[in-house]
């Protein structure tokens, strides 16, 4: 009797991490295919027509624009089963096109959370002590007066969480336990209960915005959600608040946030994620000394990228072997993705 064919897992120039190549070599029922970007983009597309997975990249502009899961890419691959995001978000992602296409999508929702977590909350002591501040007033030579430069301590201050998923649970748990701060959370998915349990109480944005010291964004960006923080959001927040997102570029409007940090109306921000990834050199929010900036890099570290690539060769190693695999995106697909998986694979999938 033959052996059942190999899943082939497709990915373009890189994976993030060695763990994801290493997970799945223990995984006989995989075939990973390198595809480089170094060629016509007809011969990357053709060899992802070869593929019955595609692990693609989570930020949208470190992946070519041909290359993004949207329609008119699924049109080019009729033969496609999956998807998996390489991270937690999947913005290069269409999640309807996936559905309409028969396509399951799934993510790595959780795997970055404690390195995502641990630099908001890093920010969050920066911002508050004025440590930007204190860093660029020494670099010029201008600062003698220590008064200058008071700080304020996260200890007991109102902290309010935008979205309380993975990273927004280890959030509210660090602030709770190491800070006693008390968090609010506003997430339309999750009830009063839940955010209860995640160490939160629900409230709705208006109050958030109104109540808390620190307002951290740790939400998806999706149509609802893109700038959710415009002029008026940032006008409602408290005077000396401070602002943070690790969340997605998209979801506060930067000419805005900039305004209310140019009027001091807000004291500082804490930026992982911009609009456009990096920002060009000229961008007014880098050089604000109220503002700390990072590219993109919170979920950027040893053990998030170990973990996340290794949850993602799981995830095709389980549809390898005929079994939905956690952390579907649009689970409206699988009886679709199932039917097609037979007619591909020869087998069926639970």
């Known amino acids: 009797m033959p052996e059942p064919r190999r899943f082939r897992v497709g990915y373009l120039s890189h994976v993030p991490h060695q763990s994801f190549l290493d997970t799945a070599a223990q995984h006989p029922e995989l075939e990973i295919l390198r595809i480089p970007l170094e060629q016509p983009e007809a011969a990357v597309l053709d060899a992802l027509r070869g593929v019955d997975a595609y692990y693609c990249m989570a930020s949208r502009d470190e992946l070519p624009r041909p290359f993004h899961v949207r329609a008119s890419l699924l049109a080019q691959l009729p033969d496609l089963l999956m998807v998996g995001s390489t991270g937690a978000g999947y913005d290069p992602m269409d999640p309807e096109a996936c559905t309409a296409a028969g396509v399951l999508l799934v993510n790595q929702a959780g795997g970055n959370a404690e ?76 009830d009063e209960a839940t955010i209860a349990a995640r160490g939160a109480r629900k409230v709705e944005m208006e109050e958030l915005l109104a109540a808390s010291d620190v307002v951290s964004l740790h939400c998806p960006l999706t149509p609802g959600s893109r700038n959710l923080m415009d002029a008026a959001a940032f006008a409602r ?114």
């Open 115 to 190: 390195g995502v977590a641990e630099h908001a909350v890093g920010m969050m002591l920066a911002l508050l002590k004025r440590m930007p501040e204190a860093g660029a007033a020494m670099r010029a030579g201008c600062a003698a007066d220590r008064s200058a430069l008071m700080g304020r301590e996260l200890r007991g201050r109102t902290v309010g969480l935008v979205g309380i998923g993975h990273v927004g649970t280890r959030v509210a748990e660090i602030l709770r336990l190491a800070f006693s701060c008390p968090v609010l959370a506003c997430d339309p998915y999750l």
């Open 237 to 350: 927040m408290k005077p000396g608040a401070i602002f943070v997102t690790t969340a997605r570029g998209g979801i506060h409007d930067e000419p805005a946030l900039h305004e209310a940090l140019r009027s001091g109306h807000l004291a500082g921000a804490g930026l992982d994620v911009w609009e456009q990834e990096p920002p060009p050199p000229g961008h007014p929010l880098l050089h604000m000394p109220t503002v700390i900036v990072t590219q993109h890099t919170a979920g950027v570290t040893q053990e998030s990228r170990a973990n996340i690539t290794r949850i993602a060769a799981l995830a095709f190693a389980d549809a390898a072997r005929g079994k939905l695999p956690p952390r579907i995106i649009n689970p409206a697909v699988i009886p679709r993705f199932a039917e097609r998986y037979a007619a591909r694979m020869g087998r069926g999938i639970a």
